[in-house]
């Protein structure tokens, strides 16, 4: 059966902005049948803390959001990971990549390649080269993209058509990339509606053409809009009282609910009050 899911990483509480997400989310999801998953995206073992998975868990919990089980997390995936960046490897859609940060900006590109995009370095070294390289420091692994772009269905912006990189798939220091588990895990779990910050917007056509290279199924996705500060930043802990550490569950949803101009105050008020496909496409600019 199909699903949705939000997929918050546990490195801090959630705020206002990440809370609304995980309402629409689960709107988007129950609005269209769907199955509503919960995944703890802790791959990044810095900045993982096992206390905010259980804070991110009951905050969902405390504005009455539900969800099917079972909650996943990448960490315990890893086996998944590495079996399907060794099906792209059997199948010569890899490289070995050497390229430090630096190198990588400091590259020259082809002309209409974008900033930041990986310069193909590493495609093409021969097996000694390789060999010599390895000695220096341990290759990261890429994906030999085989598109320059590739084109999505956002549910509420359309067809969106973004460049295709070479991702990493596996970092140097051997850790599965973000995007490689992101991809491997939708398409293992049948999710087949992202509904999530328009952040993470330019990242979809690479990770739908990898979904794609894997033999998965595509998504469709639903960027939604970003909560930003009156000065134009990104909303942060910092910007006050945003989390439920500081705001009880009902003033949230006061404070969600208006920005999406509806009464509702429960996840089952929303359903009834809102169709997620007619938000509004302007950032949410909270005044906390
Ligand atoms: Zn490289």
């Known amino acids: 059966m199909s699903a949705g899911r939000f997929a918050p990483s546990p490195s801090g509480d959630l705020h206002l902005g990440n809370l609304r997400t995980a309402i629409l989310a ?13 995944r703890v995206e802790d791959l990044d073992r810095q900045r993982s803390r096992p206390e905010f998975e259980r804070s991110q868990l009951d905050d969902l919990a405390a504005l009455g959001l539900t969800w099917d089980p079972p909650v996943v997390r990448q960490s315990d995936r890893d086996d998944l990971y590495a079996a399907a960046l060794a099906r792209l490897t059997d199948a010569g859609l890899t490289f070995e990549c050497f390229c430090t940060r630096r190198e990588i900006a400091d590259a020259v590109r082809a002309p209409h390649a974008p900033p930041g ?13 390789r060999a010599a390289r390895r000695a220096e420091r341990p290759p990261a692994i890429r ?13 509420l912006r359309g067809e969106i058509t973004g460049h295709v990189d070479d991702l990493v798939l596996r970092r140097g220091d051997g850790a599965h990339a973000y995007n490689l588990a992101v991809v491997v895990d939708d398409g293992d779990q049948g999710v087949d509606q992202v509904v999530r910050g328009a952040d993470l917007l330019d990242a979809a056509p690479a990770q739908a053409y990898l979904a794609h290279t894997l033999g998965l199924p595509a998504a469709t996705y639903a960027h939604v809009p970003l909560a930003l500060t009156a000065d134009g930043r990104r909303l942060a802990k910092r910007d006050g009282a945003v989390t439920l550490r500081d705001l009880t569950p009902a003033q949230a949803w006061d404070l969600i609910g208006a920005s999406l101009g509806v009464g509702a105050r429960s996840p ?21």
């Not at 995009?117 to 080269?129: F, M, N, Q, V």
């Not at 994906?143 to 549910?155: C, F, I, S």
């Open 268 to 288: 089952e008020a929303l359903l009834s009050e809102l169709d997620p496909w007619e938000i509004s496409l302007d950032p949410w600019i909270v005044t906390p």
């Open 117 to 129: 995009s990986y310069p193909g370095t590493c495609r093409d070294l021969t097996e000694s080269e």
């Open 26 to 38: 689960w709107l988007f999801a129950r609005a269209s049948n769907r199955r509503f998953l919960v």
């Open 143 to 155: 994906l030999r993209a085989e598109a320059d772009e590739w084109t999505v269905r956002d549910e």
